[in-house]
């Protein structure tokens, strides 16, 4: 039951639902790092003129992204909006700026010194392009005189940066991830990535090999998953909701690991299913399609508005037995009635959302410490309460988007020693089944663990429990 989906300044509130990280969108703006194409990034020098229209624009997009107080897509998307003057070319250097500057703040601090770059957004604006496209690629009246200052940027020796900085990371996170993952610099440098665009056929409507037949006829890359049945990758962001296999229901956008945390609940035709924290509903979706549309399948979340953005979607699923509830808390009602007789509980638990990263970059910023330890609190209080609803022999799962044991395994061990009336039961042995091998299983068993650098996906942990 999420309280908020996306941050405040600081960092995320924490309530009776609990925080969310912002988590991949749909909104769409034309030409946009969902849907523009990213040129010559990663440094390369190329043909991609930089205008001083673009490094102002840039600049002042960047004086509002940098002050953390929203979602940058977001953010992003009001700045376009005020600024309708803006080609969609210039759009998409401009977005890709933004995210390339939000994936690198770390470095991107570093070597502007003295400077800052939420103080000098402009100087941050035209460093970040350089980086991006070369310097040779910003026309002199771009520079407007700052021509060293940039090249002394672009020379700065990272290598006598903290590991931390290097890394792109704030330091506390920096020292989580290194001392969990024994390849840490490996799955650090997957974090600072772009993700790729990933969608999940619904299984109601279509089948993944007539939409790989309808976009390949359209000329959009498109692969099937290593690991999802019903997941398809895309190579490039296209303007998704113009296509009528979105507008007619045949695909979302789910990552790949997010699909299979459905899958792991294992929905039968008939049952009785709680998505305890449903949010904006991709979970919940994703769950109607695997059981036909059939059974009761109960949407609860404390954020009413965030259930009505469902409204949308469900629409173009065509499931009929998706029920949205908006509840005061986890001790409503409307939940005490379910109490012992559902059959299967998801909770997709309020999060750091470490694990999203590579899509919402300036989460990192926006996400402390003391944040962590108040999400920390509502992970175990929203698994206690849905641990009261599933009936003898039903099945919990309970999920995240985050990289960090206190906020996965901690907690289910926390939970099974004050809960004897669960087992855990292994990930691979629910997926096999259903012909999902996961690579690298073994190292995590017996939780469910995807990464960017191992799988390609997000971060993602979920533990499958079990009513005796």
Same mark, same amino acid.
């Given at each position: 039951?999420?309280?908020?989906?996306?941050?405040?300044?600081?960092?995320?509130?924490?309530t009776?639902?609990?925080?969310?990280?912002?988590?991949?969108?749909t909104?769409?703006?034309?030409?946009?790092?969902?849907?523009?194409?990213?040129?010559?990034?990663?440094?390369?020098?190329?043909?991609?003129?930089?205008?001083?229209?673009?490094?102002?624009?840039?600049?002042?997009?960047?004086?509002?992204?940098?002050?953390f107080?929203?979602?940058?897509?977001?953010?992003?998307?009001?700045?376009?909006?005020?600024?309708?003057?803006?080609?969609?070319?210039?759009?998409?250097?401009?977005?890709?700026?933004?995210?390339?500057?939000?994936?690198?703040?770390?470095?991107?601090?570093?070597?502007?010194?003295?400077?800052?770059?939420?103080?000098?957004?402009?100087?941050?604006?035209?460093?970040?392009?350089?980086?991006?496209?070369?310097?040779?690629?910003?026309e002199?009246?771009?520079?407007?005189g700052?021509?060293?200052?940039?090249k002394?940027?672009?020379?700065?020796?990272?290598?006598?940066?903290?590991?931390?900085?290097?890394?792109?990371?704030?330091?506390?996170?920096?020292?989580?991830?290194?001392?969990?993952?024994?390849d840490?610099?490996?799955?650090? #440098?997957?974090?600072?990535?772009?993700?790729?665009?990933?969608?999940?056929?619904?299984?109601?409507?279509?089948?993944?090999?007539?939409v790989?037949?309808?976009?390949?006829?359209?000329?959009?890359?498109?692969?099937?998953?290593?690991?999802?049945?019903?997941?398809?990758r895309?190579?490039?962001?296209?303007?998704?909701?113009?296509?009528?296999?979105?507008?007619?229901?045949?695909?979302?956008?789910?990552?790949?690991?997010?699909?299979?945390?459905a899958?792991?609940?294992?929905?039968?035709?008939?049952?009785?299913?709680?998505d305890?924290?449903?949010?904006?509903?991709?979970?919940?979706?994703?769950?109607?399609?695997?059981?036909?549309?059939?059974?009761?399948?109960?949407?609860?979340?404390?954020?009413?508005?965030?259930?009505e953005?469902m409204?949308?979607?469900?629409?173009?699923?065509?499931?009929?037995n998706?029920?949205?509830?908006?509840?005061?808390?986890?001790?409503?009602?409307?939940v005490?009635?379910?109490?012992?007789?559902?059959?299967?509980?998801?909770?997709?638990?309020?999060?750091?959302?470490?694990?999203?990263?590579?899509?919402?970059?300036?989460?990192?910023?926006?996400?402390?410490?003391?944040?962590?330890?108040?999400?920390?609190?509502?992970?175990?209080?929203?698994?206690?309460?849905?641990?009261?609803?599933?009936?003898?022999?039903?099945r919990?799962?309970?999920?995240?988007?985050?990289?960090?044991?206190?906020?996965n395994?901690?907690?289910?061990?926390?939970?099974?020693?004050?809960?004897? #009336?669960?087992?855990?039961?292994?990930?691979?042995?629910?997926?096999?089944?259903?012909?999902?091998?996961?690579?690298?299983?073994?190292?995590?068993?017996?939780?469910?663990?995807m990464?960017?650098?191992?799988?390609?996906?997000?971060?993602?942990?979920?533990?499958?429990?079990?009513r005796?």
């Amino acid at each position: 039951m999420r309280a908020r989906k996306t941050p405040r300044k600081g960092a995320p509130r924490a309530t009776a639902g609990g925080p969310r990280p912002a988590r991949p969108r749909t909104v769409e703006v034309p030409m946009t790092r969902r849907q523009g194409a990213r040129p010559n990034a990663g440094g390369a020098p190329g043909s991609q003129r930089v205008t001083s229209l673009i490094v102002d624009a840039l600049a002042h997009a960047l004086a509002q992204v940098l002050r953390f107080e929203g979602p940058a897509d977001a953010v992003m998307s009001r700045y376009f909006r005020e600024h309708p003057n803006l080609g969609s070319r210039d759009r998409s250097v401009v977005a890709e700026g933004i995210f390339h500057a939000l994936r690198r703040l770390a470095t991107l601090g570093w070597v502007m010194q003295p400077a800052v770059p939420a103080r000098a957004p402009r100087f941050a604006a035209l460093v970040t392009l350089a980086r991006q496209h070369g310097f040779d690629a910003l026309e002199e009246r771009a520079l407007r005189g700052d021509a060293n200052a940039v090249k002394h940027a672009l020379a700065v020796n990272l290598a006598q940066a903290p590991a931390s900085v290097r890394a792109e990371l704030p330091h506390w996170l920096y020292l989580a991830i290194t001392a969990q993952y024994d390849d840490a610099p490996a799955l650090m #440098d997957a974090l600072a990535e772009p993700a790729p665009l990933d969608l999940r056929v619904n299984l109601v409507k279509a089948n993944r090999d007539a939409v790989l037949e309808e976009l390949r006829a359209h000329h959009v890359v498109a692969t099937a998953m290593r690991y999802s049945p019903e997941g398809i990758r895309l190579s490039t962001k296209p303007a998704l909701t113009q296509w009528p296999a979105y507008r007619e229901g045949r695909i979302e956008v789910q990552d790949e690991g997010s699909q299979l945390i459905a899958r792991l609940l294992q929905p039968r035709r008939g049952e009785m299913v709680v998505d305890f924290c449903a949010g904006a509903g991709g979970k919940t979706l994703a769950l109607g399609a695997l059981m036909r549309s059939s059974g009761r399948l109960y949407a609860f979340d404390i954020n009413q508005r965030r259930l009505e953005g469902m409204g949308p979607r469900l629409k173009r699923s065509g499931l009929s037995n998706v029920h949205p509830v908006a509840i005061r808390s986890e001790s409503d009602i409307r939940v005490k009635r379910l109490h012992g007789k559902c059959d299967r509980v998801l909770v997709d638990a309020p999060c750091s959302g470490s694990g999203t990263l590579r899509r919402n970059p300036d989460l990192k910023w926006r996400f402390d410490e003391t944040e962590l330890a108040r999400v920390n609190e509502v992970q175990h209080a929203v698994l206690t309460a849905a641990a009261r609803l599933p009936k003898a022999g039903g099945r919990l799962v309970y999920a995240t988007c985050s990289l960090l044991a206190r906020e996965n395994q901690q907690v289910i061990e926390a939970f099974l020693a004050a809960h004897p #009336d669960y087992r855990l039961v292994p990930a691979h042995d629910v997926l096999a089944p259903q012909g999902v091998i996961v690579e690298h299983a073994s190292r995590f068993a017996p939780y469910f663990v995807m990464l960017p650098h191992l799988h390609g996906s997000d971060g993602f942990f979920a533990a499958i429990l079990e009513r005796r």
